[in-house]
């Protein structure tokens, strides 16, 4: 028999029917958007202490705005350390005064470890790399992100640097639920 | 309703589709076969443990079983001794590449995220440590990658070796997919420990009471589980020197090639002796500061147990010291591993410090 199930138990139309949820220990999509082109933010509502972890993804068609994660809505407190590799050019950075938390670049596929461990800072190593034309990619960004607070993450919030989501940008939460 | 393993197509997991197994026979190419639906999947993660089969083999992924050099193209940070430097393609490869291996036998270990809808150019982000034999891992190297075909859909894969049977024996290749899957019958509330093919966590440790030297994971089975995940989260009680023991091993059996980036500076070496563990970091983080890792270890014997890792460390406040970037290998290859352990040189693991670990059972 091949059961519907499904981590959120949410069904179509009854979000508080427990009717087909599964509970299990591993990884659970917690958020799947494709932007339309026209929203200016999208949020996940999480529990960071209970999760610990998330993995996130995002694939930017914007080739005007970057893409900033922000967390409990927050857009101070955090800093960097950066090893890049920009058009061939090599270098690391950091930045300890920073408003964003962690970025997709332009035009790029962005992969993000984000870490919320219950009593201890929040931290995420980033890796986003951002398309020119043709068969060039011309920037690959790996950076470690922390966010100066130990309290429970309870949001997550994507927003761009400007204007609005490009459409057909997609952004995927996996979440480490138990 | 509490139920055992379960095994099948679970929605908003993410589960193995293709497992290649371990290969009996050398080959020149590798195929998943018309399986795939990149257009409804989005997101592939693809896992590639290469064995090499010949002197000079590059392996690379084929959408589709493109090999029109032209439509592909990279940029990385390529780590090899004392080295980090730029290393970028356009137009030149036959396929996103996976590998490297210099020599017949070196080990390569990649895992590559794809995502795969059409409409736009296909991208994809790896991070491999490559040419892992004796007491040498030659180098670590995240990087990017772009496939230029913006219109067909991916139905398949295919690993291509540049050299006659540069697939050799022990290759392996997955591939692991977002399920999104609509129909069957609906049930009620269930409750499983384990899902086939899917990352499920074995195990859980949270430092209490006093800091600690070193917390382990036993009772495991590396051969049926092949691939651990291991994620750690730590707080210095002093100065840490921290790392992952297999089999309680404390020989010198541990060897790695490093990046690391603190502030301006960026740094490379190869450690090729001298290592008792899998170092998380290759410096001491200082009492009260924070930091993490994430680990992939392919962990099936018959070769050498590959793993990278990565993550932010010696946090204060806003700022991080530095963020490292390792691949490391275990070099005993008979033993089925059956601990894992994080070992600090003291008990400077402070009261908070969290470790967990992840298995993917391919074979359930």
């Known amino acids: 028999m091949q059961a519907k199930l499904n981590p959120q138990g949410a069904i179509a139309g009854d979000s508080t029917s427990t009717k087909g949820k599964i509970s299990f220990p591993g990884f659970q999509k917690v958020l799947d958007f494709t932007s339309a082109g026209n929203e200016s933010s999208v949020s996940c509502t999480v529990s960071g202490d209970a999760d610990k972890e998330y993995k996130i993804l995002i694939r930017n068609l914007n080739g005007t705005y970057n893409i900033y994660l922000r967390l409990n809505a927050t857009s101070t407190g955090y800093g960097y350390q950066s090893l890049d590799n920009n058009s061939g050019s090599v270098s690391a950075g950091r930045d300890n005064a920073t408003s964003i938390e962690a970025l997709a670049l332009t035009t790029s596929i962005c992969d993000v470890t984000l870490v919320t461990p219950s009593s201890l800072l929040k931290t995420a190593i980033m890796c986003s790399a951002a398309y020119s034309s043709g068969t060039t990619i011309d920037r690959l960004y790996w950076r470690g992100y922390v966010y100066n607070s130990t309290a429970n993450i309870t949001s997550l919030d994507f927003v761009p640097s400007g204007g609005t989501f490009a459409s057909g940008t997609r952004i995927t939460v996996l979440a480490r639920r138990s | ?364």
């Open chain 2, 1 to 364: 309703m509490q139920f055992g393993n379960l095994a099948g197509l679970i929605n908003g997991t993410e589960q193995v589709i293709y497992d290649s197994g371990d290969l009996g026979a050398a080959a020149s190419s590798l195929a998943t076969g018309s399986i795939l639906n990149g257009d409804a999947d989005g997101w592939y993660l693809v896992i590639v443990r290469h064995v090499s089969g010949a002197t000079s083999t590059t392996v690379y992924l084929q959408p589709n079983g493109d090999s029109t050099s032209s439509h592909y193209g990279r940029k990385g940070i390529y780590c090899s001794g004392a080295s980090a430097a730029d290393n970028s393609t356009a137009g030149t490869e036959a396929g996103y590449n996976v590998g490297y291996g210099p020599t017949t036998g070196d080990v390569s270990f990649t895992v590559i995220r794809i995502y795969a809808k059409s409409g736009t150019v296909r991208m994809a982000y790896a991070l491999g440590t490559w040419g892992q034999a004796g007491s040498t891992v030659t180098s670590v190297f995240p990087y990017g990658l772009v496939w230029t075909d913006t219109a067909a859909n991916i139905t398949s894969f295919t690993l291509y070796s540049n050299q006659t049977n540069g697939i050799g024996v022990g290759t392996r290749l997955l591939v692991l997919r977002p399920t999104a899957f609509t129909g069957g019958t609906s049930t009620g509330a269930i409750t499983t420990p384990y899902i086939k093919g899917s990352w499920v966590r074995v195990g859980s440790q949270i430092v209490s009471g006093s800091a600690a030297s070193s917390i382990t994971f036993s009772g495991l089975n590396g051969n049926t589980d092949v691939l651990y995940y291991l994620h750690v989260a730590y707080k210095a009680a002093g100065s840490e020197a921290h790392g992952i023991r297999l089999n309680s091993d404390s020989g010198d059996n541990y060897k790695g090639q490093y990046v690391y980036a603190s502030n301006t500076s960026v740094a490379a070496a190869q450690v090729t002796t001298g290592w008792n563990r899998m170092y998380l970091r290759n410096n001491g983080a200082t009492t009260g500061h924070y930091g993490t890792h994430n680990m992939m270890l392919f962990a099936k014997s018959g070769y050498v147990r590959s793993a990278h890792l990565t993550g932010p460390q010696d946090i204060t406040g806003t700022t991080i010291t530095e963020i490292n970037l390792m691949g490391d290998m275990w070099t005993n290859t008979a033993d089925n591993i059956t601990s894992v352990a994080l070992v600090d040189n003291a008990a400077n693991m402070d009261i908070g410090t969290q470790f967990e670990l992840y298995a993917l059972r391919p074979n359930g």
